[in-house]
């Protein structure tokens, strides 16, 4: 079993919806909790950094981490077809092994006009 | 700020033979950490390098190496080409500050170099 699983699969919304992506985990020493978007034949951009529970906002964009359960979320508000892309959430523990970042396998997002 | 460059962006080997790409962090940053991507195993941690120093390591094997320069920019080898080597391997540069102040050190990614091993 992977220390990361993202959840759902593929997803295809329409545009303006409020979308959410999901990722658990089973490696409780993580206190670093990132989201990155990847374009096609991109490298991951930062979207969201978090340190340990509770929530955080971006705009459109609120990060959640709840420690007890090991679960993270990304919620995107009304939703653009710009944001079409691939969602991968990513984790690490503290301390020297804050920049080894172990990812999910990444969620393919469409939104559609 | 110019952000993470990688080059070669593409790259066409043969097995066999061996391969080295760099790096430049964001000026300023002093950790660069080395990721491999690809479609069945996802994005995976290769090394971190910090001052001139491996600081971490993946999982991969001794055929991946790397290094780091006193200007922080970065190489990664891979000796002995195998077919299972063709990906995207990203570089992610930090800031790294001692004592870890949480909210600034994050990562960021450049476009990545795609190796295609034949």
């Known amino acids: ?113 | 700020k110019a952000g993470v460059t990688q080059t070669p962006r593409y790259l066409i080997k043969t097995r066999g033979q061996q391969v080295t790409l760099s790096c430049s962090p964001i000026s300023g940053h002093r950790s660069v950490s080395w990721y491999q991507q690809t479609p069945g195993q996802g994005l995976q941690f290769l090394f971190e390098y910090f001052s001139e120093t491996q600081r971490n390591k993946g999982n991969f094997p001794g055929r991946f190496s790397g290094r780091q320069f006193s200007n922080s920019r970065s190489e990664m080898n891979v000796s002995t080409l195998e077919l299972g080597d063709s990906a995207l391997y990203l570089c992610a540069s930090s800031r790294r500050l001692a004592g870890g102040e949480r909210s600034t050190d994050t990562q960021y990614f450049g476009p990545g170099t795609r190796l295609t091993v034949l």
Do not use: H
Request: aromatic share 12%; glycine share 8%.
């Open chain 1, 1 to 113: 079993q992977k220390e990361v699983e993202q959840d759902p699969g593929p997803l295809s919304v329409p545009e303006g919806a409020i979308v959410s992506l999901n990722c658990t985990y089973s490696n409780s020493a993580f206190q670093y909790f990132m989201w990155y978007r990847q374009y096609s034949r991109k490298g991951p951009e930062l979207l969201m950094y978090t340190y340990s529970s509770g929530n955080k906002e971006d705009g459109r964009f609120t990060a959640q981490v709840d420690k007890s359960s090991k679960y993270i979320s990304l919620f995107i508000r009304d939703s653009q077809p710009s944001d079409s892309a691939t969602y991968l959430c990513a984790m690490s523990a503290g301390g020297g092994s804050a920049r080894q970042l172990t990812f999910g396998s990444g969620t393919q997002l469409t939104v559609l006009p």
